[in-house]
């Protein structure tokens, strides 16, 4: 049974791909994920959405939920295409205060935006961005994971392994246990009741010279070889290509205009 969105302080609540072709990047999802993509608006909700429009932002939706954003990098950002992962906030000032205390910075935020709460970015010692988010999560955030099209993982690949699970404790209150730490694979996640809720993992060794810490997202499918070789014809590309794990079948692939993210095999 897909899950929807989890009500912790904490927990990924939003994924946004940051492109440099909105149109481009919308039309590559639409067809590949099965998407439903409309203009953002504020203080909207359903399928009848009136309002300004939030400065070329787009919703993407499975059905009648919503699973991600899309927005166009800034003029200045000379960066890869990337996805960005926000986590819940209970108090925007408060968590940004936290991060501080907990060895990170504040890099942009947190700002207001209406109908929608406070979003702010924070840098952990190992270098990676996180979004978080105050405000109307239940009702703009994530509505559906663990389906086909829809986020199912959140990774942390870190350079600095045990600051940054200190850090995420610390500044955004996760509960978390470690998986594995043996010297090939040290691996915490964050846990909840219900289950998993996301992972850090100490790529230091494995992670190519120049590529610095960054969060991955994982989008569901109900058959990973064949999501990889649509995206490859629909002009992205495979980068790991398909391969059994203990999680299930997982691909990682490039958007056609560069933006990583991998596919791992999850029921309809």
């Not at 991060?99 to 709460?117: K, M, T, W, Y």
């Not at 086909?148 to 942390?156: D, I, V």
């Not at 993992?201 to 994982?218: C, K, N, Q, R």
Request: charged share 25%.
């Amino acid at each position: 049974m897909p899950k929807t969105i989890i009500e912790v302080p904490g927990a990924p609540c939003w994924v946004n791909l940051n492109s440099s072709d909105v149109a481009r990047s919308a039309e590559f999802y639409e067809t590949l994920l099965g998407w439903r993509i409309e203009q953002a608006r504020a203080g909207q909700d359903g399928p009848d959405r009136e309002g300004p429009d939030q400065e070329g932002c787009l919703v993407a939706f499975l059905g009648e939920d919503r699973v991600a954003g899309i927005s166009p990098k800034g003029p200045a950002d000379r960066s890869t295409d990337w996805w960005g992962v926000y986590l819940r906030s209970e108090d925007a000032a408060a968590t940004a205060n936290a991060v501080r205390a907990s060895g990170g910075r504040i890099a942009f935020g947190p700002d207001p935006v209406p109908e929608l709460g406070s979003f702010g970015g924070a840098v952990g010692p190992g270098g990676a961005l996180i979004g978080f988010w105050h405000g109307a999560v239940r009702r703009y955030g994530i509505q559906r994971l663990e389906a086909p099209g829809a986020p199912t993982w959140f990774e942390l690949y870190t350079r600095d392994y045990d600051a940054d699970v200190d850090f995420y404790v610390r500044a955004f209150g996760w509960q978390t246990r470690v998986m594995s730490d043996t010297e090939d694979f040290r691996y915490t996640v964050q846990v909840e009741a219900s289950g998993d809720l996301a992972g850090i993992w100490d790529a230091a060794s494995f992670m190519p010279d120049g590529v610095p810490s960054h969060w991955e997202v994982y989008f569901g499918a109900s058959d990973v070889d064949d999501v990889s070789a649509r995206a490859e014809a629909l002009g992205g590309r495979v980068i790991e290509a398909p391969a059994d794990s203990p999680y299930g079948r997982i691909a990682t692939v490039a958007d056609g205009t560069g933006a990583a993210f991998k596919v791992i095999s999850v029921s309809g």
